[in-house]
């Protein structure tokens, strides 16, 4: 996997399998040009290392020049196709091929016709290394096509995402077609935050504590803060309504996320029924809840150890860490009960190094 700015990308076509594509549109166009000087036209930016390696193994007399346009911005096309890098000039008679990296839709190869009929070239051809048969308008021939590929954002190989991914060899896609939302259980001192990190990060999602959301209200003065502050300075438990109040502002300020886990939250069954409102509303809902498991002893141990370095009072005494046990475990039960009716509830086995969980846990999120 590979992430480039917000998004996370997973291998899809090796430099072997690329290369063969390359040599294979070399091989028919020699057949057909070898015995003219053809000029080839790379279509920039993503062309360049495509057009690279076909002149490598097109061993013959050529001319090579480039154009520029530009459609799109980020992952999506603009609809607008913008010539940056005219035709060449001096092409009047001759043979022209344009060297495309990847034909979608056809629009910027209905520009690129539009160029090249107003020149007085000889004939002009279209190469494309990837062709994304299922969207493409069919207006125009495609002469020479490498593979053919479904529609899915592709970098790498002279593609990219907002300007980065187009250096590596091989060609990677967008690994989050859907949004995936966890729940994520675990006793205290059983990894939580540690494997939260892991899975935001190959995952692309938003991970939401509920403490950091309820400490960065208070601190910065929100009106939800301010409010639940208030129930906190009187004793009172914050109602659910103010939480959730919380978690739809941390879900609203992440519209591009590919997904939530949710650390802290939902406590208890009547707060699961809400953020399944909340999160319906949406259209959006929890694909899965995952509990790390681990026993109680093993956990104790490393309480203990933690907190002779961080200085928490709380993981000192092992009768404060058990009661803390036995909380959860009683606020868990109904959870685990009501999730389990939805099919949703997994337990992974939470003791090991911190790769080997990360592994377990991506076993259950990759089948979602």
Same mark, same amino acid.
């Given at each position: 996997?590979?992430?480039?700015? &917000?998004?996370?990308?997973?291998?899809?076509?090796?430099?072997? #399998?690329?290369?063969?594509?390359?040599?294979?549109?070399?091989? #028919?166009?020699?057949?057909?040009?070898?015995?003219?000087?053809?000029?080839?036209?790379?279509?920039?930016?993503?062309?360049?290392?495509?057009?690279? &390696?076909?002149?490598?193994?097109?061993?013959?007399?050529?001319?090579?020049?480039?154009?520029?346009?530009?459609?799109?911005?980020?992952?999506?096309?603009?609809?607008?196709? #913008?010539?940056?890098?005219?035709?060449? !000039?001096?092409? @009047?008679?001759?043979?022209?091929?344009?060297?495309?990296?990847?034909?979608?839709?056809?629009?910027?190869?209905?520009? +690129?016709?539009?160029?090249?009929?107003?020149?007085?070239?000889?004939?002009?051809?279209?190469?494309?290394?990837?062709?994304?048969?299922?969207?493409?308008?069919?207006?125009?021939?495609?002469?020479?096509?490498?593979? @053919?590929?479904?529609?899915?954002?592709?970098?790498?190989?002279?593609?990219?995402?907002? #300007?980065?991914? *187009?250096?590596?060899?091989?060609?990677?896609?967008?690994?989050?077609?859907?949004?995936?939302?966890?729940?994520?259980?675990?006793?205290?001192?059983?990894?939580?935050?540690?494997?939260?990190?892991?899975?935001?990060?190959?995952?692309?999602?938003?991970?939401?504590?509920?403490?950091?959301?309820?400490?960065?209200?208070?601190?910065?003065?929100?009106?939800?803060?301010?409010?639940?502050?208030?129930?906190?300075? *009187?004793?009172?438990?914050?109602?659910?309504?103010?939480?959730? &109040?919380?978690?739809?502002?941390?879900?609203?300020?992440?519209?591009?996320?590919?997904?939530?886990?949710?650390?802290?939250?939902? *406590?208890?069954?009547?707060?699961? @029924?809400?953020?399944?409102?909340?999160?319906?509303?949406?259209?959006?809902?929890?694909?899965?809840?995952?509990?790390?498991?681990?026993?109680?002893?093993?956990?104790?141990? *490393?309480?203990?150890?933690?907190?002779? +370095?961080?200085?928490?009072?709380?993981?000192?005494?092992?009768?404060?860490?058990?009661?803390?046990?036995?909380?959860?475990?009683?606020?868990?039960?109904?959870?685990?009960?009501?999730? !389990?009716?939805?099919?949703?509830?997994?337990?992974?086995?939470?003791?090991?190094?911190?790769?080997?969980?990360?592994?377990? +846990?991506?076993?259950?999120?990759?089948?979602?």
């Amino acid at each position: 996997m590979i992430k480039l700015h &917000d998004k996370v990308f997973k291998p899809y076509l090796k430099e072997e #399998e690329i290369l063969a594509a390359v040599k294979r549109i070399a091989s #028919e166009i020699t057949a057909d040009y070898k015995d003219d000087t053809p000029i080839f036209v790379g279509v920039l930016n993503g062309a360049f290392m495509f057009v690279s &390696d076909f002149l490598k193994a097109y061993q013959h007399p050529c001319q090579v020049s480039f154009v520029r346009l530009s459609s799109y911005q980020g992952l999506t096309s603009t609809g607008i196709v #913008e010539t940056l890098l005219d035709v060449p !000039e001096d092409i @009047e008679g001759r043979s022209v091929i344009i060297l495309e990296d990847v034909i979608d839709t056809g629009r910027t190869l209905k520009k +690129l016709v539009h160029l090249f009929s107003q020149t007085n070239a000889k004939e002009f051809k279209i190469a494309s290394l990837f062709y994304k048969s299922d969207i493409y308008n069919g207006e125009y021939t495609i002469d020479y096509v490498g593979m @053919e590929i479904p529609d899915t954002f592709i970098v790498g190989y002279g593609l990219d995402y907002k #300007e980065l991914g *187009r250096n590596l060899r091989e060609v990677y896609q967008l690994n989050q077609t859907t949004m995936i939302n966890l729940v994520l259980f675990g006793k205290p001192g059983a990894g939580k935050g540690t494997q939260a990190d892991v899975l935001k990060e190959k995952y692309n999602l938003k991970h939401i504590s509920t403490g950091d959301v309820f400490r960065y209200n208070i601190k910065n003065g929100t009106e939800l803060g301010k409010l639940a502050k208030s129930f906190m300075d *009187r004793g009172d438990l914050v109602p659910d309504e103010v939480t959730i &109040d919380m978690l739809k502002e941390e879900v609203e300020k992440n519209p591009d996320a590919a997904g939530f886990i949710f650390d802290g939250f939902p *406590r208890t069954t009547a707060q699961a @029924e809400a953020l399944d409102n909340f999160l319906g509303s949406k259209d959006m809902e929890i694909n899965a809840t995952i509990a790390l498991e681990a026993d109680d002893n093993i956990l104790v141990a *490393r309480l203990l150890e933690r907190g002779k +370095l961080s200085g928490r009072t709380d993981d000192q005494d092992e009768g404060k860490i058990r009661n803390r046990f036995d909380e959860y475990n009683q606020k868990t039960a109904p959870l685990k009960a009501y999730y !389990e009716k939805q099919g949703k509830f997994h337990s992974v086995n939470g003791i090991g190094e911190i790769s080997e969980i990360s592994e377990r +846990l991506g076993a259950v999120v990759d089948t979602l």
